[in-house]
């Protein structure tokens, strides 16, 4: 099962360009024996985030609605929340902390087992034991 970032989300809804949702969706179609995908209550409130600064809000709270309908959300446990502890200790002594909320997603992401779909794999190499799938 893959667990989809804020960015894959996004490119799957289109909203990162024509050329980009067909990466995504190529992507994804290699993946599908892993179906049915999740994501992370953390990648939710970055697309909530940009969803609220959107012109029309209402809109794409529609959106949203349809992409969650779809998806199981993973939560963050308290297996989540040690692992996130881990990761970040782990990321600051080799100089490559990433924001809190990549850290976050990968925790979660990591401790339910899951493959993590990205664009921006960059964000989560260094993240030990989480596997990683980019389509850029």
Do not use: W
Request: net charge positive.
């Amino acid at each position: 099962m893959a667990c989809l970032d804020t960015s894959a989300l996004l490119d799957l809804t289109g909203r990162g360009g024509r050329r980009k949702q067909a990466d995504a969706q190529a992507k994804l179609r290699q993946l599908d024996h892993d179906r049915p995908h999740c994501t992370t209550r953390f990648t939710l409130a970055e697309l909530l985030v940009g969803f609220e600064l959107a012109r029309d809000p209402n809109r794409e709270r529609v959106a949203y609605d349809r992409i969650i309908d779809k998806l199981e959300i993973l939560e963050f446990d308290n297996h989540s929340m040690r692992a996130y502890a881990r990761i970040f200790v782990h990321l600051q002594s080799i100089g490559r902390l990433s924001g809190t909320m990549d850290i976050l997603i990968a925790s979660v992401a990591l401790t339910h087992g899951r493959r993590l779909l990205t664009r921006n794999a960059q964000h989560f190499l260094d993240v030990p034991g989480l596997r990683v799938d980019s389509y850029l």
